[in-house]
């Protein structure tokens, strides 16, 4: 299977598959003799263009000089944080029929400091498409009708599976088994899961399994290459942080600014904080996992945010930035620019609207398309 194919079918594992590759090549090489781990010229090269299509490499020899290829990132530039959105702020936001204004706005001061915990309930429903953002409050109440009706519907369906059945149904019974011990192993120090008995993790329970009816055919992502990453990818950081700042954490990432993929910037600003020391010690792998892992609760989340937020900025302003980074993070490609109006006579008004070939192009000739349910 192509590259390309591989990164179409799981953009996780094959980035960060390739990248495993590019730092266990530059910890050999703080390990060791230079005897002991060169590389010839061509196998960086052609390491380094499986990891980022597109990266130009200089691979002619010059007597004297060692060529290295690198891209020029610039300055990093400051980025600032601010308090988190108030529920003063967020009513400013919402017309008089409950609809939310000036969507773009509020998910920039979103994700430039969170919300006030009062409104997590509310906001969270938006961010992670729950309601639409242009809804009034009576249509999201008609909407929440529809949705616990769906739920309960989804849910009746594995409450009915009979025992028998189960037994004929691997894939739900291996299921069940594997959401028993997760829910058994969450986390009991937050009031809502702690002790044997809480409803909390019945909840939690229905839930998941209910979820299962939703996605029926989901299947657990291959582990093999995202090494020390993989924690923080799979529950999103949930144990690199305390609970309140998981909570900031995750609605930042919701606004789906600056990128779509921000989690890898916060993964890129976690190693940047910590490269000084792992390079000092010459860290194997092993080590870094331990250093890794021992991080946990340690690292500020207005000092991570912020440097994720600086390297993206970095990263973008670089005019040489290859197409497939643009694509792994999650940056729409530029808009091409808009093409000149066609030099064509004025159509008579009806004329456009009753040919075959303007009805895709109806809005632009002034026309109004018909809605046929």
């Not at 910890?27 to 960086?44: L, S, Y």
């Not at 299947?219 to 990453?229: H, I, M, P, R, V």
């Not at 144990?239 to 700042?245: A, L, T, V």
Request: proline content about 6%; hydrophobic content about 35%; charged content about 25%.
């Amino acid at each position: 299977m192509c590259r390309q194919q591989k990164f179409r079918n799981d953009p996780y594992v094959t980035t960060l598959g390739g990248f495993s590759k590019v730092t266990n090549y530059i910890f050999d090489a703080f390990r060791g003799t230079e005897e002991q781990h060169q590389r010839p010229p061509e196998e960086v090269a052609d390491l380094l263009g499986e990891v980022i299509p597109g990266l130009e490499i200089n691979q002619q020899e010059e007597p004297g000089f060692e060529v290295i290829t690198r891209m020029d990132l610039g300055v990093r530039p400051p980025v600032s944080r601010r308090d988190p959105v108030s529920s003063e702020e967020w009513s400013r936001h919402q017309d008089a029929e409950g609809r939310m204004i000036n969507v773009p706005l509020l998910k920039q001061i979103i994700f430039e400091g969170g919300l006030c915990h009062a409104k997590r309930k509310e906001a969270w429903k938006f961010l992670l498409g729950y309601l639409p953002w242009e809804s009034t409050v009576e249509e999201r109440k008609v909407l929440h009708r529809a949705k616990t009706d769906e739920y309960f519907r989804m849910k009746l369906q594995w409450k009915s599976v009979s025992e028998q059945q189960e037994r004929r149904n691997s894939k739900l019974r291996d299921y069940r088994s594997l959401i028993e011990k997760d829910v058994n192993r969450t986390d009991r120090t937050n009031s809502f899961y702690e002790g044997l008995d809480n409803p909390g993790l019945v909840l939690l329970h229905d839930i998941l399994m209910t979820y299962c009816m939703y996605d029926f055919d989901l299947e657990a992502q291959d582990s093999g290459y995202l090494y020390f990453c993989f924690r923080w990818l799979l529950i999103r950081f949930k144990r690199e942080f305390s609970f309140h700042d998981v909570l900031r954490l995750w609605e930042v990432m919701w606004t789906g600014l600056p990128c779509q993929n921000f989690h890898l910037l916060l993964c890129c600003a976690i190693l940047d904080s910590e490269k000084q020391k792992i390079m000092e010690e010459n860290y194997g792998f092993n080590e870094i996992l331990k250093h890794i892992n021992e991080l946990s609760m340690k690292l500020d989340i207005k000092e991570i945010l912020q440097k994720a937020e600086g390297i993206g900025l970095q990263i973008k302003s670089c005019k040489d930035l290859p197409a497939s980074i643009s694509s792994i993070l999650g940056w729409d490609p530029p808009a091409p620019p808009p093409a000149p109006p066609p030099a064509l006579r004025t159509p008579q008004r009806g004329a456009a609207c009753s040919s075959p070939l303007s009805r895709d192009s109806s809005a632009q000739n002034g026309c109004s398309p018909a809605f046929i349910s």
